[in-house]
């Protein structure tokens, strides 16, 4: 049963161009996290949101948690083709359990 | 300095084969888990071992048995494998106090033919 649902499931844009990426549940979680993918390696973790309409910021990357802790976004600004890559949202179910989003697969161009 | 490795990183193998992959992390974490990545890169866990012992498994079949000698291995063995079976595995770790920050390796790309 697929818990985090992830929109857009593809995104390809210019680079300078901004945008966000939705991760949304039906479920409550005690944390969130997002990482980001590169073809052939493991997934990186970026941020953990834990409080209800936590906003956390990492560079050009902004984080927010729903007042719910039901969902989360993630704005990029101006993207760079750095930037390119899987995007995945996590919640935690417990402790030692991770429900991962369907991903978003970012490309974006020079 | 790999902080969690896993081998083989490819596995190409004859369906009905048992294979293992390996993993350490060494990072001094306490906490282990096993995920499989499908095509669609949706990833899912598997397991959970906390200080050597399961705590999570996650409805997956018993041809995959994972075991840990000590909490900077988990080791995934494979019994009879099937066509379904071939995915990306990923291992990653933890620690108290910070569980949510799970660090994975590169993973085991397995082939099942």
């Known amino acids: 049963t697929q818990l985090l649902e992830q929109s857009p499931q593809f995104l390809s844009i210019q680079e300078g161009e901004n945008l966000t990426v939705y991760c949304n549940s039906s479920?409550?979680?005690?944390?969130l996290q997002w990482y980001r993918q590169e073809p052939g390696e493991g997934p990186v973790l970026l941020v953990t949101?834990?409080?209800?309409?936590e906003v956390k910021k990492l560079k050009r990357l902004t984080f927010q948690f729903g007042d719910a802790r039901k969902d989360s976004s993630l704005h990029i600004t101006a993207a760079q083709p750095g930037d390119t890559g899987l995007y995945l949202c996590?919640?935690?179910?417990?402790?030692?359990?991770?429900?991962f989003g369907t991903g978003t697969r970012l490309k974006v161009l020079a | 300095d790999t902080a969690v490795s896993q081998t083989p990183k490819y596995l190409v193998t004859q369906m009905g084969n048992d294979k293992s992959i390996k993993c350490e992390q060494n990072?001094?974490?306490?906490?282990m888990y096993w995920y499989k990545q499908d095509s669609k890169k949706f990833l899912k866990i598997m397991f959970s071992?906390?200080?050597?012992?399961?705590?999570i498994n996650e409805t997956v079949p018993n041809r995959f048995s994972p075991k840990s000698p000590d909490k900077a291995h988990l080791n995934l063995h494979i019994n009879s494998l099937e066509l379904g079976d071939s995915a990306v595995y990923f291992c990653?770790?933890?620690?108290?106090?910070?569980?949510?920050?799970?660090?994975f390796g590169p993973g085991t790309r397995l082939l099942v033919l």
């Open positions: 990653a770790s933890s620690q108290e106090g910070r569980r949510e920050t799970q660090y």
């Open positions: 479920s409550v979680f005690s944390s």
């Open positions: 949101v834990v409080t209800g309409g």
């Open positions: 996590a919640g935690a179910k417990g402790t030692y359990k991770y429900i």
């Open positions: 990072l001094g974490h306490d906490t």
């Open positions: 071992y906390n200080n050597k012992e399961l705590i």
